[in-house]
C-alpha cells in the first residue's frame, strides 16, 4: 500500500494549523499592540482638556472631535465663581489635562496654579456668554485658539463651529418668536446686571440694575423700588450665582414677580438651558 499519499495530506494538515495559527497570532497582535509602539494599540487615548465653567467645556466640546479629546469643567453650574474653592480633584484633573481652559479673572483658577505653557486665558470682553450673539462670539474665539493649539484638526474645528453656530442661531430664533408671541417684548424689569446682556436679547427693557446680594443695602432696595414703579417694572430677575435673592426685597415692595435665571450651562446643554430661562420669565408672568 502506498502511504505518501496519506503523509502529503498529513503535511498539508500541518501546515494549514501552522498557517492558521500565524494567522490568529497576526490578528491578534493587530488588535492588541504587539508591535510595541505606543499609539498602535487601537483607538488611541483621548486628550484632557479642563474649563473653568460650563460655557466654556460645552463650547470646547463642540468644537473638538469627540473621539480624541474629553472635556471637563470645573465650578458646577450653580455656583459663584468668586466663591468656589478649588478641591485637590480639580487640581489633579488639571495635572493630567493637555489644556486648561479658563475665563480671565476668575479667582479659583488662579489659586490652582496651572501651568502657563497650558493654561489658554480667554478674555470675556465684558460680555455674557449665555446671551446668544455672545455665545456666537465665544464659539468664534474658541475655534480659532484650539485650531493654533490643534492645527491637525482645525479643518474640522471649522467644520463644526459652522455647525454649532447654526444651530445657535435656530435656537435662539425660535425662542425670540416665543416671546414675541407672549406680549412681553419690550416690557421694563428691573434685574442682576448678571442678567442685563440676556435680558435685552430676549427683548426687555433693564430699567435698573444692581449688583451682588452682599453688596445690597435697605436704601438700594428703596432706591430701585422707587424706580421700578416709576417705569411700572413688570418683574425684578436676579442672577443664581451672584445672589439668589439679591431682589426678592425689590420684588415684594413691588408686589411683582421674582424670578431666578442661571448664568451658566446645565448638565441639559446650553439652549436647554437658555429655553428654561425663558420659560421661567413667561411662566412668572402667567401666574
Not at 158 to 182: F, H, N, P, W, Y
Not at 264 to 272: D, I, K, W
Amino acid at each position: 500500500m502506498d502511504r505518501q499519499p496519506v503523509f502529503r495530506r498529513r503535511c498539508t494538515a500541518a501546515g494549514a494549523a501552522v498557517l492558521l495559527s500565524i494567522a490568529v497570532i497576526a490578528l491578534a497582535c493587530l488588535f492588541s499592540g504587539c508591535s510595541g509602539k505606543p499609539g498602535d494599540a487601537g483607538q488611541q487615548q483621548a486628550h484632557t482638556i479642563v474649563a473653568s465653567d460650563t460655557i466654556l467645556s460645552e463650547i470646547i466640546a463642540s468644537l473638538l472631535p469627540p473621539n480624541r479629546y474629553r472635556v471637563e469643567a470645573i465650578l458646577p453650574p450653580g455656583q459663584c465663581p468668586g466663591h468656589y474653592d478649588v478641591k485637590p480633584t480639580d487640581i489633579g484633573k488639571m495635572k493630567k489635562a493637555v489644556l486648561i481652559v479658563s475665563f480671565q479673572g476668575i479667582p479659583f483658577m488662579n489659586k490652582a496654579g496651572s501651568d502657563d505653557a497650558r493654561q489658554l486665558v480667554i478674555d470675556p470682553e465684558d460680555r455674557n456668554w449665555m446671551a446668544p450673539g455672545s455665545y456666537v462670539r465665544g464659539l468664534e474665539l474658541l475655534a480659532a485658539r484650539l485650531s493654533e493649539r490643534f492645527p491637525g484638526d482645525s479643518a474640522e474645528i471649522a467644520r463644526r463651529k459652522d455647525s454649532a453656530i447654526r444651530l445657535v442661531e435656530r435656537g435662539a430664533d425660535r425662542l425670540l418668536q416665543k416671546i414675541t408671541a407672549s406680549g412681553l417684548f419690550g416690557k421694563p424689569v428691573i434685574a442682576s446686571s448678571m442678567q442685563r446682556e440676556p435680558l435685552e436679547w430676549m427683548g426687555f427693557q433693564v430699567v435698573a440694575e444692581y449688583g451682588r446680594q452682599e453688596a445690597m443695602s435697605a436704601r438700594d432696595v428703596v432706591r430701585l423700588a422707587e424706580v421700578g414703579k416709576d417705569r411700572k417694572a413688570i418683574m425684578v430677575v436676579d442672577n443664581l450665582q451672584s445672589g439668589p435673592d439679591a431682589g426678592k426685597g425689590i420684588s415684594e415692595t413691588l408686589e411683582v414677580p421674582h424670578v431666578v435665571l442661571t448664568n451658566f450651562p446645565s448638565e441639559r446643554g446650553y439652549l436647554a438651558t437658555l429655553e428654561e430661562n425663558v420659560d421661567a420669565l413667561l411662566s412668572a408672568v402667567r401666574k
